[in-house]
């Protein structure tokens, strides 16, 4: 079983910046792909990024293409998104998820985060 608590997010106005964590405990994230999926009021959960168990794949929405950035840690168990040029339509609850063999799909991940709030607005 692992564990997931993401972190980081909150309100920031467009053209701002956040970064998001996601802190994997009582098993390492080494050997997970590890995906980010956002999803807004009244929206189903669309896939954002993901990245490879090495960290040298990375594959991303092209809605996010340019401004997020997944990076990851696996010496302190911790998968990153950097988010740059905010828009309002980035405003979603953003989730962290490990152990997938698609990554781009949400159905195939086994772990998942509760999310984190990031609104975007002036």
């Known amino acids: 079983q692992v564990q997931l608590v993401e972190s980081g997010g909150g309100l920031v106005q467009p053209g701002g910046s956040l970064r998001l964590s996601c802190a994997a405990s009582s098993r390492t994230i080494s050997n997970y792909i590890m995906g980010w999926f956002r999803q807004a009021p009244g929206r189903e959960r669309v896939f954002v990024g993901c990245i490879s168990r090495s960290g040298g794949t990375k594959v991303y929405a092209d809605s996010v293409k340019g401004r997020l950035t997944i990076s990851r840690d696996n010496a302190k168990n911790t998968v990153y998104l950097q988010m740059n040029s905010l828009k309002p339509e980035d405003t979603a609850v953003y989730y962290c998820?490990?152990?997938?063999?698609?990554?781009?799909?949400?159905?195939?991940?086994?772990?998942w985060g509760q999310g984190t709030q990031v609104t975007v607005s002036s």
């Open positions: 998820a490990a152990d997938s063999t698609d990554c781009t799909r949400a159905t195939s991940y086994n772990y």
